[in-house]
Nanobody, 123 residues
Framework: QLQASGGGLMQAGDSLRLSCTAS??????MGWFRQAPGQEREFVAG????????LYSGSVKGRFTISRDNAKNTVYLQMNNLKPEDTAVYYC????????????????????WGQGTQVTVSS
């Protein structure tokens, strides 16, 4: 089970940190997707436990940072310099497998999903 938190109503340029705690087991790969109204769910960031490899979408690279606390089985998404186009429902996700980078982009590669947390950024 995944429990996400940290969403809110922000202004452009603000920072926000999302958290997602996984219960029951340690997952080899953890990540974040987002879905804006009327759009498909898109990959945001992923982190592999083995080696600590990270992958970001081009739209958030340099502004967002994914990290995890293995002791707490929690993944974080630090979002800086938020933009109105970051407005979406953010979903944390996990995989029992150590995903290769090329497979992280697809939602079908991931096994479990959190309930989503709304992030709204006003201009």
């Amino acid at each position: 089970q995944l429990q996400a938190s940290g969403g809110g109503l922000m202004q452009a340029g603000d920072s926000l940190r999302l958290s997602c705690t996984a219960s029951g087991r340690t997952f080899a790969t953890m990540g974040w997707f987002r879905q804006a109204p009327g759009q498909e769910r898109e990959f945001v960031a992923g982190l592999r436990l083995s080696g600590g490899s990270k992958l970001y979408s081009g739209s958030v690279k340099g502004r967002f940072t994914i990290s995890r606390d293995n002791a707490k089985n929690t993944v974080y998404l630090q979002m800086n310099n938020l933009k109105p186009e970051d407005t979406a429902v953010y979903y944390c996700t996990t995989s029992r497998s150590s995903l290769i980078m090329s497979s992280m982009w697809s939602s079908e590669s991931w096994h479990s999903w959190g309930q989503g947390t709304q992030v709204t950024v006003s201009s």
